[in-house]
């Protein structure tokens, strides 16, 4: 494997019994970059993060994680990874510097070390003052934030997390975001599951679309947004028939059809508004605007509620 | 990791100086409660049943239940302390879940619990020690010797009350480990009366449970009458160790190992 890899999986599975999580999946995350697990709840997301951070173990197929394989290899990978998992496991009998300071020890840190360490992070996470606060008294933000400084204790070479915002408030949110940007401009490798696209775009370098167990489709968002979408979407709320005569067709990459509303995906949405007004048809009421990730998601694991 | 060698990897001292960083919160409250309690039933079977009899060659109820309370003292801090904490720990505070991200093996945190029921239990039981001396029921230096048997006395008991914790499905399911293998062990455990009047059979179960070694052990030390025999009491609760250590190991690796 190359040293420009810091975690590869080919044909990896999980099951729970009967039940198939994760199924025969393959991807590569490069050095230095920031990866995303971009699915639905129950898409296989977590399952494949606790594989990488050697939670679970896998059922078949092979991953490395920082050339090493996760299988008989666990001690090792945990000591050069931070993970933030889903739940904040926050100790909730200890402070937040005791917290810190014991966490770091399961790492052989020494204790001046640590402390200077948990300090500093404390510092920069804008947690300074909080030492003796029990975590019943931080908020949801700073809950999260406290976990990802706990992940950022050991220096890790890779950063884990399962769902860094969900529940959090917009401030909160924004913040953790700019967190994990100055964290990747430092070079940290970043891998990291969510179901919002915003966020998405934003913080990762490449995405991986999952459903149902699967890697439905993998690249940069711009990639994506190309390649599953197109540069516009025009979105017909009316009912307005669009005929496919050829003239339209040529401007139209891929027409989608949910309920009453029908999405024309094209390059540019004025010219497609143009040629449309020329045939007679002004749609009463319709919104013009970029496609964004959302579209890519929709357009390969389908508009309708999967429950 | 094999079990013994769980007990001296850092990692699990680690685990247990967590568990002590979390008592010393409550660490008052604890004392008042695990030396109250037990305390209130020595003193009531002490001098208010034994204002009404003897035990015979066993002595006065006073102490006889004494050196008994000792060996109690130890199992209770041990029993409740691992199947609620654990429970709590395991389920729902996810400390142990924390644990297993840093590279802490299920083997070290169970080690980090049985070592921490130790401190526990001589803890809680040095106390109870003090109380009976102060009342001139400690009749040799040797009884100093009961707190090493204490100490593995709550590891002992620590064992399947972690065990429990980590297989429950719900905390109200432990009610039936304190309801049906505890609180017997500890009526017919040779602590409020002697074993010898029972039937065969009822003293040959009472033999098999950890608490009737470890009651012989401290009653021998605490009045002077220490011989070979209580050093295979002591023998016994160290075979009984050996013996079951590996259950809450392998519940909780079932549950956090990967």
Partial sequence: ?307 | MNPAEAFIRPNSWRVCRRNLLAWQKYAWSSVTINIIEPLVYFLAFGYGLGAYFTYGVHGSLLQYIGPGMLGLTAVNSATFDAAWGGYERLTNNGVYESMVTAPVAPEEIAAGEYLWQAFRAVLYGSIFLCVIASLGLVHSWLALLCLPVLALTGVLFAIPALYMAFIVKTPEHLFYYFALIATPMVMFGGVFFPLDKLPRWAFDIAWCTPLYHAVNACRALVTGAASWSTLGETGWLIAAIAVLVWLPHAALRRKLGN
């Avoid at chain 1, 009998?93 to 300090?119: P, W």
């Fill in chain 1, 1 to 307: 494997m190359s040293l420009n890899v810091a975690v590869a999986a080919s044909e990896l599975t999980k099951r729970y019994g009967p039940v198939e999580a994760v199924r025969g999946i393959e991807f590569s995350i490069r050095r230095q970059e920031c990866f995303g697990f971009l699915g639905v709840n129950g898409a296989g997301k977590t399952t494949t993060m606790k594989m990488v951070y050697c939670r679970i173990a896998k059922t078949s197929g092979s991953l490395h994680v920082l050339g090493l394989d996760a299988s008989g290899h666990a001690g090792d990978i945990k000591r050069r990874i931070g993970v933030v998992a889903q739940q904040n496991a926050l100790d909730p009998e200890l402070t937040v510097i005791e917290n810190l300071m014991t966490y770091a020890g399961f790492f052989d840190i020494a204790r001046d070390a640590a402390r200077a360490k948990a300090d500093a992070l404390l510092r920069s996470l804008s947690l300074d003052g909080k030492h003796d606060a029990r975590i019943k008294d931080l908020s949801g933000g700073m809950q999260r934030r406290l976990v990802i400084a706990k992940a950022l204790l050991n220096d890790p070479e890779l950063l884990v997390l399962d769902e860094p915002t969900t529940g959090l408030d917009p401030q909160a949110r924004l913040m953790v975001w700019e967190m994990l940007s100055s964290l990747r401009a430092r070079g940290l490798t970043l891998v990291l599951t969510t179901h919002d696209m915003d966020e998405a775009a934003r913080l990762c370098d490449r995405l991986a679309i999952m459903d149902e167990g699967r890697i439905f489709a993998e690249g940069t968002p711009h990639d994506l947004i190309a390649q599953y979408a197109a540069r516009d979407v025009l979105e017909l709320a009316g009912g307005d028939i669009i005929p496919d005569d050829g003239g339209l067709e040529a401007l139209i990459v891929r027409r989608e059809h949910h309920g009453a509303t029908t999405y024309l995906y094209n390059e540019d949405n004025r010219a497609l508004l143009r040629a449309l007004a020329a045939r007679g048809i002004d749609p009463a009421r319709h919104v013009a605007r970029p496609a964004t990730l959302e579209d890519v998601f929709l357009n390969i694991t389908g508009r309708d509620l999967a429950e």
